[in-house]
């Protein structure tokens, strides 16, 4: 054999060697799961259909609490609601720390409310539950404020006329103003162009963050950050609305009164003028701005994109649309707004609105979980910081818990009396102590802004139910539905 060969065969040998000894070793005693490359980890077991496809074919092997290793590092994916009720639920202290999504920490480089880890999550935390119950401080009520949004709705969709509208930008403006009022003591006008823009960002993200690419980008994140991609794109897109949150504080700083906090910037720069004498802080300009950011993207997404995939549904399925306005009709009727109180009359709608969430499964593999100490679970040992995967989707979709997971059916939600019924294994807004922020301000406004639209308006298609798709435009991180048109006809 030539003596170049052999150099060549040997100096590849040498390579090998070297990335298994320094491909790092799992301490304690980690769930099963494919065996992985050195630093490609399993990733000849995922699928190209994205993540969530790749888990539940090695969940078929492994069972409900398995480990992959995403490129180098092992992480514990927790499959069916048993699993995550046991781990987030039972051990809901060791489970309680924040894991990362490649795409967006260098943005947000666990600052802020949702991916900060020990005491400063937890001061963050009960900063911003106390600030969003006082709400505007003592003024107007939440509720309020969703019946006048919803209002202003209802006038631009009577301006359509019936006309076909892509309803995606609308659905955003509801529910970023009512964020946005809580927020930054405001609310906009549809057509205001930074408005739109922030918009446009906050659109354009959640669909980049959701793509393929950036579910790559998950696995090898410490190689792929060097070169151009969806990555970068985001990162340009959060800096913009970063930006725009900073000169908003600045004007909050110069405008504020002490005696009069107008809004969550307000009250926040007051805690950090209390303590601008402790050193150890965690209220400081970076977690505000982050912070912000943070419930102002959560705010607006997540229930527009869940107003945006339920009026598809609506489309897709008409005779739910006429029964929930039957029963909107019975308790409400057609001369005034709709309540908060109405929504324990009207059952059958709330089972809608459940089963919306549920089958639309906006975030399906959960926002990353890591544990706080080491951590005996099922009879493994999970080392302090092991990242945790809590797969809302096999909850949601939970055949022990829904006789049809992948058909839509409002009796998921309603017993045989037609009462509304609770159901173990409906966690959309995730559970335990990471469970979402804005919870109950994102179901006051599916519920309002759900029956106003509907009392107003019959819902109409440019194509027949049987053709409208309700598969997904992108499906990673979170799952956005595909974009279509929608007319509103008066009733």
């Avoid at 509208?165 to 946005?180: E, S, Y």
């Avoid at 963050?209 to 990162?235: A, D, M, W």
Wanted: one cysteine or more; charged letters at 20%; glycine letters at 6%.
């Amino acid at each position: 054999m030539e003596p170049s060969v052999l150099l060549l065969l040997a100096l590849l040998v040498g390579f090998v060697l070297l990335l298994v000894r320094g491909y790092p070793k799992a301490r304690g005693h980690l769930p099963p799961g494919p065996r992985p490359l050195p630093l490609l980890g399993n990733l000849l077991q995922m699928d190209r259909g994205g993540l969530l496809n790749s888990f539940m074919r090695i969940r078929e092997k492994y069972g409900d609490v398995f480990t992959v290793h995403l490129g180098p590092r092992p992480v514990v994916m927790l499959y069916g609601t048993e699993a995550i009720r046991e781990a987030l639920v039972d051990q809901a202290e060791a489970f309680s720390g924040r894991g990362t999504i490649a795409v967006v920490e260098p943005i947000f480089r666990d600052y802020g409310v949702v991916f900060a880890n020990g005491e400063r999550w937890k001061a963050l935390r009960r900063f911003s539950l106390v600030t969003m119950r006082d709400f505007g401080m003592g003024k107007r009520s939440v509720e309020e404020r969703i019946q006048e949004e919803a209002q202003c709705l209802v006038e631009e969709f009577r301006k359509s006329q019936g006309a076909p509208l892509d309803p995606t930008f609308l659905f955003q403006c509801i529910t970023a103003n009512i964020i946005c009022s809580i927020v930054f003591g405001e609310r906009f006008d549809y057509k205001d162009r930074q408005f739109l823009r922030l918009l446009y960002l906050f659109y354009q993200s959640f669909s980049l963050i959701s793509s393929f690419s950036s579910q790559v980008f998950e696995l090898f994140s410490g190689f792929l950050k060097y070169f151009p991609g969806t990555h970068r794109q985001i990162s340009r897109n959060l800096q913009e609305i970063l930006d725009y949150i900073g000169q908003s504080v600045e004007k909050h700083r110069a405008t504020l009164d002490p005696s009069n906090p107008r809004d969550f910037i307000d009250t926040y720069l007051l805690r950090m003028e209390k303590e601008k004498s402790n050193q150890h802080t965690e209220f400081h300009h970076q977690n505000l701005v982050i912070s912000v950011l943070s419930l102002f993207f959560a705010g607006t997404e997540t229930s527009s994109t869940t107003l945006r995939y339920g009026f598809l549904l609506m489309l897709k399925y008409p005779h739910v649309a006429e029964k929930v306005q039957k029963e909107i009709d019975q308790v409400i009727g057609s001369h005034r707004l709709p309540t908060l109180d109405d929504r324990t009359k009207m059952p059958y709608t709330d089972a809608v609105i459940y089963e919306i969430q549920r089958f639309s499964d906006l975030i399906p593999i959960g926002v990353p979980h890591k544990v706080t100490k080491d951590t005996f679970f099922r009879g493994y040992l999970l080392p302090k910081n092991t990242e945790v995967y809590p797969i809302l989707s096999s909850a949601l979709h939970d055949p022990q818990y829904f006789e049809q997971p992948d058909t839509f059916n409002p009796d998921h939600f309603l017993d045989a009396n037609g009462a509304l019924k609770k159901n173990e294994a409906f966690m959309p807004f995730s559970i335990g102590k990471r469970i979402c922020l804005g919870e109950g301000i994102a179901r006051n406004e599916l519920f309002l802004f759900f029956t106003t639209i509907l009392q107003n308006f019959s819902l109409s298609s440019p194509m027949a139910p049987k053709d409208i798709d309700l598969s997904p435009k992108e499906s990673g991180f979170g799952k956005v539905p595909q974009t279509y048109q929608i007319c509103f006809l008066a009733r």
